[in-house]
């Protein structure tokens, strides 16, 4: 996704209310991420469970968060979404980057890449895939699930190969 | 001094401030020995309770948050150190219950009898306190009153004791009525 494109998502999720943006970075989002440092509002913790872990603290005083991570970290996360974040109904959007998404990329993505789609639906976590069209369609979707205190995934393609 | 009896001290020194307690055993004393509506008693997401409560402290910065944790989930997220050192919440206490075993899944050791817990701690801009008994514990939260954090308490305690009964209210009902404890 365009750098511009990333930019813009960050400030609109901002600016309608998401205060804190927790996780492990992942280059597919690297531009989102980057902006978000230069704005003193991301927080990069060791493990993606740590940064869920944050996030539930920080929505238990009433700050929404997003956690972001690669969908390496999304496989490490699958025991706190069921036993934290599901378990007590915490809202957090989490914004998880697609490596596996095309079929050449880096070995150690292919299987996670592969399950991915139906891990997020076995959890009933419910997803979009973010793109540079509907990308502000995508971002209210999820805003609306957090108003409504609920969980969701926005979805970020890797679509290139580096 | 077993867990239980540790517990009851800390809680009667703190009070009603806001406490994240870890899954097990530590959550099920601290409901039978106080129960209160600022208690954030965790049941699964072993390990998390420290990184639970820097996120509370970073947002609630006038309230003094406690993290009751044991020695199995310190090791078990020792990531969440470096982040609460980066972070430096001053309002973060964060009191470790230490009988070096695995107590809630039957007592497997854990590794706080051979390496040194409060160096690791000391490095991630802790500042440690160790209490080995009753009166020792109850000292250490008088002096730590006034101390900016973050703070560790490692507070020694024997292993076996009784055992208390599951938590029995609800996940939802936990969190909302934690909620509301913060907003007073």
């Known amino acids: 996704m365009k750098e511009l494109t990333q930019k813009q998502i960050f400030n609109y999720l901002f600016n309608n209310g998401i205060e804190n943006f927790v996780g492990v970075p992942d280059s597919t989002m690297k531009y989102f991420i980057e902006y978000g440092l230069k704005k003193n509002k991301i927080l990069i913790t060791t493990r993606e469970e740590e940064a869920i872990g944050i996030a539930v603290g920080m929505s238990l005083s009433q700050s929404n968060s997003l956690v972001f991570m690669q969908n390496a970290g999304f496989a490490n996360s699958l025991s706190t979404i069921t036993s934290l974040v599901q378990l007590y109904k915490i809202p957090i959007i989490f914004l998880i980057g697609w490596r596996g998404f095309l079929k050449n990329d880096a070995p150690e993505h292919t299987k996670i890449g592969k399950i991915q789609p139906k891990l997020l639906q076995t959890l009933s976590l419910q997803s979009k895939i973010i793109n540079e069209k509907n990308w502000k369609a995508s971002c209210n979707w999820a805003l609306k699930l957090i108003k409504e205190k609920k969980s969701c995934t926005l979805i970020l393609k890797r679509d290139f190969v580096d | ?184």
């Open chain 2, 1 to 184: 001094m077993i867990r239980k009896e540790a517990i009851a001290i800390v809680v009667e020194k703190i009070g009603n401030q806001p406490i994240i307690s870890a899954n097990g055993f530590i959550s099920r004393d601290l409901l039978e020995v106080c129960d209160k509506n600022s208690n954030f008693y965790m049941i699964g997401s072993m390990g998390l309770a420290s990184s639970i409560g820097l996120g509370v402290a970073l947002k609630k910065m006038k309230k003094k948050i406690f993290v009751f944790d044991g020695d199995g989930n310190v090791l078990m997220n020792l990531g969440s150190l470096v982040t609460i050192g980066m972070t430096k919440p001053k309002n973060l206490i964060h009191v470790v219950f230490d009988n070096s075993s695995h107590e809630s899944t039957g007592g497997q050791p854990t590794a706080t009898n051979k390496i040194e817990l409060s160096k690791i701690a000391k490095s991630t801009n802790y500042k440690v306190f160790q209490a080995k008994t009753k009166n020792q514990l109850a000292k250490t939260f008088q002096k730590i009153k006034l101390i900016p954090g973050p703070i560790m308490v490692i507070v020694k305690i024997k292993k076996g004791g009784v055992v208390s009964k599951r938590i029995n209210i609800e996940p939802i009902e936990i969190k909302d009525r934690f909620m509301d404890s913060l907003k007073k």
